[in-house]
T-cell receptor
């Protein structure tokens, strides 16, 4: 069964303290891995798509990387406004689930000033 | 550009009542998705449509749940009869042609449903 596991469940950082969030997956035929940010009371907001192992993407203080088994979301010198829940999701190839995204449980990030 | 619009934002109703959630996707998007989010199970796909046609409804929990997309700009998710365990936040998302080439899904802000 396809699985997506995110760790840690919650992460508390001081402003400026860099760290990484992990998303590990066991799927057959990965077609894409997505990172989203979700603020309280809001829907998930798209951040990145990664397609293949070795790929990296950056946006402001965030950098996403992908290997064959996991993805990391690196946060450099975070600010309090980076506090949110970060979700990763995978899309697999083939079958009627071709368009389906499977989400992880998310990592709740809190950045203290 | 207007994003995905969902209504109502909050719904509180009694067990056994019919509940209808509404979604207006982003104009020009031909994929539409309904999700449910709970603390226990996270974000789960219920059903998705392509060009108004349901493609995969394997996530719909029971026959009490139904979804329709009568045209490209409107979709409903209906629960009848509702039960307390249906309480959750329901999200609608849409994606443009090219979704299968990894165009992202764009989410609305959800409907928070409470069944008493």
């Amino acid at each position: 069964e396809d699985q997506v596991t995110q760790s840690p469940e919650a992460l508390r950082l001081q402003e400026g303290e860099s760290s990484s969030l992990n998303c590990s997956y066991t799927v057959s035929g990965l077609r894409g891995l997505f990172w989203y940010r979700q603020d309280p009371g809001k829907g998930p907001e798209f951040l990145f798509t990664l397609y293949s192992a070795g790929e990296e993407k950056e946006k402001e203080r965030l950098k996403a990387t992908l290997t064959k088994k996991e993805s990391f979301l690196h946060i450099t010198a975070p600010k309090p406004e980076d506090s949110a829940t970060y979700l990763c999701a995978v899309r697999i190839a083939g079958g009627t689930s071709y368009g389906k995204l499977t989400f992880g449980q998310g990592t709740i990030l809190t950045v203290h000033p | 550009d207007a994003g995905v619009i969902q209504s109502p934002r909050h719904e509180v109703t009694e067990m056994g009542q019919e509940v209808t959630l509404r979604c207006k996707p982003i104009s020009g998007h031909d994929y539409l998705f309904w999700y449910r989010q709970t603390m226990m199970r996270g974000l789960e796909l219920l059903i998705y449509f392509n060009n108004n046609v349901p493609i995969d409804d394997s996530g719909m929990p029971e026959d009490r749940f139904s979804a329709k997309m009568p045209n490209a700009s409107f979709s409903t998710l209906k629960i009848q009869p509702s039960e307390p365990r249906d309480s959750a936040v329901y999200f609608c998302a849409s994606s443009p042609t090219g979704y299968l080439s990894n165009q992202p899904q764009h989410f609305g802000d959800g409907t928070r449903l409470s069944i008493l």
